[in-house]
């Protein structure tokens, strides 16, 4: 299986950076991975649109056409990224905006939106400071917006959410239970 982990966290003493290692030493070598790290990879989040840049002309934009290979080359993807302010870290929700892009990503038949990158799965391994519960029942985002509204809007299924909530206050006990969490979901791809 083609495994595209697309990685936004800007810290390489992160635990979202230790949840990347762990998860790419645990995939078999019998898939083929690829790492996409937006903050290392210096990539550009603003979307511009101008007399020369119009929306429309996104899904071909030759500053996005390496993204968009390695979207169509994937059978998965797996997203790792911290949630702050209630969503994505802005260099993800710029990918996302870039490189998603109708006419690649999706169309429209009539009024109802078109996948145009179906059979493809998703996972999405998130951190939070706030406390699950608190997470859970009052706030909107923690990551769904990208399983709801974008990657099955786009074709995508996915079939993994995994969250470490309460990060701040967790000890070395709970942070490597998560971590074999993650370990036995990369053995099982």
Not at 86 to 114: H, N, Q, S, W
Not at 146 to 174: A, D, E, H, W, Y
Not at 176 to 186: D, G, H, V
Request: glycine content about 6%; overall charge positive.
């Amino acid at each position: 299986m083609n495994i595209l982990i697309i990685y936004a966290h800007p810290n390489a003493e992160s635990f979202n950076y230790t949840i990347l290692n762990t998860l790419k030493n645990s995939i078999s070598s019998q898939n083929n991975t690829k790492i996409l790290d937006l903050n290392k990879e210096n990539f550009d989040p603003v979307l511009r649109f101008d007399k020369e840049n119009k929306r429309r002309d996104l899904k071909d934009d030759p500053a996005t056409l390496e993204l968009r290979s390695q979207l169509t080359w994937a059978d998965h993807l797996i997203f790792i990224f911290p949630i702050w302010w209630g969503g994505m870290p802005a260099i993800l929700k710029g990918y996302i905006d870039r490189v998603f892009a109708k006419g690649f990503a999706y169309e429209y038949k009539g009024t109802l939106p078109v996948g145009l990158l179906p059979g493809k799965t998703a996972a999405i391994i998130t951190t939070h400071d706030t406390p699950g519960f608190y997470a859970n029942f009052f706030q909107q985002d923690y990551g769904k917006v990208l399983k709801k509204q974008v990657l099955k809007m786009c074709g995508i299924k996915t079939n993994t959410f995994i969250v470490f909530p309460f990060t701040r206050n967790s000890n070395q006990q709970k942070r490597n239970t998560f971590l074999s969490k993650i370990s036995a979901y990369a053995n099982n791809l």
